[in-house]
């Protein structure tokens, strides 16, 4: 069975750092997109950042583009997000989620197979 399990969240003081890891096991994540979701109490889930099997290119939502970077360590079949300059807005629990077909692209969380439980993430002083 596909399995992924995220990790690394935790509590972070606004401008602080973190990165959360994605650990995929049972399948190789080199021929799935693969992205970083969030979804903040009482809002919809969101994309966050991807990397497109279809194109090898990474997309990022604006909220976070030049603060996240998403990146793939194929030897560990692992996928991370180093997430810089935090927000209190970026709290969220977040999600790794993986798609073969990327029906809908990697952005959009309606089309992800296999999602992991999440890992909490709060902003705060």
């Known amino acids: 069975q596909v399995q992924l399990v995220e990790s690394g969240g935790g509590l972070v003081q606004p401008g602080g750092s973190l990165r959360l890891s994605c650990a995929a096991s049972r399948f190789t994540l080199d021929y799935y997109g693969i992205g970083w979701f969030r979804q903040a109490p009482g809002k919809e889930r969101e994309g966050v950042a991807c990397?497109?099997?279809?194109?090898?290119?990474?997309r990022y939502a604006d909220s976070v583009e030049a603060r996240f970077t998403i990146s793939k360590d194929f030897a560990k079949n692992t996928v991370y997000l180093q997430m810089n300059n935090l927000k209190p807005e970026d709290t969220a629990v977040y999600y790794c989620?993986?798609?073969?077909?990327?029906?809908?692209?990697?952005?959009?969380?309606?089309?992800?197979?296999?999602w992991g439980k999440g890992t909490l993430v709060t902003v705060s002083s």
């Open positions: 989620a993986a798609d073969p077909r990327e029906t809908l692209g990697c952005m959009d969380y309606r089309g992800m197979d296999y």
């Open positions: 990397i497109s099997n279809s194109d090898g290119r990474t």
